[in-house]
């Protein structure tokens, strides 16, 4: 079944404690994507990836890393995460750009204490 | 940069109305443009989207929206609504200025009474 999947889907942590969501599509997409939902905003882009080892930064990049080693997976990286990076975060992927129809994945519900 | 902007944050009709979601943006080219639907605890999924050509894009479970360049506008409507169709609804661009970025509006969640 063609899909994206995102680990994990709830998480509850503390202040500083890195952490990282991870995200894998089964396929075969070159474009990657994290948004983050608050109440309101919609979704709003944090970094997006063209190809593998080609990331760029979204509307709201600050506090957040990422990489893409493998066409499959693109991890969302938090190294000292706030309480202000409380959210609902979804990866997304499409076949070349954002141009394209993108498939997200469930969510991950992230709540920084 | 880009911008989009839903106007109504809910919406609320009654079964076998019609529905009718705004949807504005702001692009210095022709952009493109995609309405998303969201179910509750669910990702996004793709109701329809306007690339080029015909300015009515037909979408999904009776969808579709019409693309008024000279309004920066991209409403989607469905003539009757359904319970089913009760959920979050999206607004999205990209292209243009922004180029593969994807900018979405705040949602608008839909209601519908019995």
């Known amino acids: 079944e063609a899909q994206v999947t995102q680990n994990p889907r709830y998480l509850i942590t503390v202040t500083g404690k890195k952490l990282t969501v991870t995200c894998s599509q089964n396929?075969?997409?070159?474009?990657m994507s994290w948004y983050r939902q608050d109440p309101g905003l919609g979704l709003r882009q944090i970094y997006y990836?063209?190809?593998?080892?080609?990331?760029d930064k979204g509307d709201v990049p600050e506090g957040y890393k990422v990489s893409r080693k493998e066409k499959r997976n693109f991890p969302l990286i938090l190294e000292s995460p706030s309480p202000n990076q409380t959210s609902l975060y979804f990866c997304?992927?499409?076949?070349?750009?954002?141009?394209?129809?993108?498939?997200f994945g469930p969510g991950t519900r992230l709540t920084v204490l | 940069a880009q911008s989009v902007t839903q106007l109504g944050s809910h919406v609320s009709v009654s079964e076998g109305a019609l529905v009718l979601l705004r949807c504005n943006y702001s692009?210095?080219?022709?952009?493109?443009l995609f309405w998303y639907v969201q179910y509750p605890n669910q990702g996004l999924q793709l109701l329809l989207k306007?690339?080029?050509?015909?300015?009515l894009v037909k979408g999904i479970n009776g969808f579709e929206a019409e693309f008024k360049k000279s309004e920066t506008s991209f409403h989607l409507t469905k003539p009757s609504a359904h319970m089913s169709d009760a959920a979050e609804y999206f607004c999205?661009?990209?292209?243009?200025?922004?180029?593969?970025?994807?900018?979405f509006g705040g949602g608008t969640r839909l209601m519908v009474k019995p």
């Open positions: 306007y690339t080029t050509g015909a300015t």
């Open positions: 997304a992927s499409s076949k070349n750009g954002g141009y394209n129809e993108q498939f």
């Open positions: 396929m075969n997409h070159e474009y």
């Open positions: 990836s063209m190809n593998v080892e080609v990331t």
């Open positions: 999205a661009v990209s292209g243009g200025n922004a180029g593969n970025m994807l900018t």
């Open positions: 692009s210095s080219v022709p952009p493109y």
